[in-house]
């Protein structure tokens, strides 16, 4: 199993990103999917999740209205798309697969690997 996580960066506030977590190594499209954050000091953080069909999706509270979680089977890949972004939105952002196949949960418990992460700095 493979998560590779990309699209970080250095923005201002009120700025956009997008990350991208491409997969490899098992059955993308069986499994839900999430994005956590842990920020310096902080516990991580599930940021959003999103079923195997991505007909459910789950948000952290303050994020709503702000990011979107999606995927594209065809190209085993999984996105955040980040706007409205702001200084507390600063962490390393990681992808993880759910631990069963064809489960869902927004528990990050319930996710079984991560990638090497991706920095992303919201600062003026």
């Known amino acids: 199993v493979q998560l590779v996580e990309s699209g970080g960066g250095v923005v201002q506030p009120g700025e956009r990103l997008r990350l991208s977590c491409v997969a490899s190594?098992?059955?993308?499209?069986?499994?839900?999917m999430s994005w956590y954050r842990q920020a310096p000091g902080k516990e991580r953080e599930l940021v959003a999740a999103?079923?195997?069909?991505?007909?459910?999706?789950d948000y952290t509270k303050s994020v709503k209205g702000r990011f979107a979680i999606s995927r594209d089977s065809a190209k085993n890949t999984l996105y955040l798309e980040m706007s409205s972004l702001k200084p507390e939105d600063t962490a390393t952002y990681y992808c993880?697969?759910?631990?069963?196949?064809?489960?869902?949960?927004?528990?990050?418990?319930?996710?079984?690997?991560w990638g090497q992460g991706t920095q992303v700095t919201v600062s003026s």
């Open positions: 190594g098992f059955p993308f499209s069986d499994y839900a």
């Open positions: 993880a697969k759910h631990g069963r196949s064809f489960h869902y949960s927004a528990s990050l418990d319930d996710y079984s690997f």
């Open positions: 999103i079923s195997a069909t991505s007909m459910l999706t």
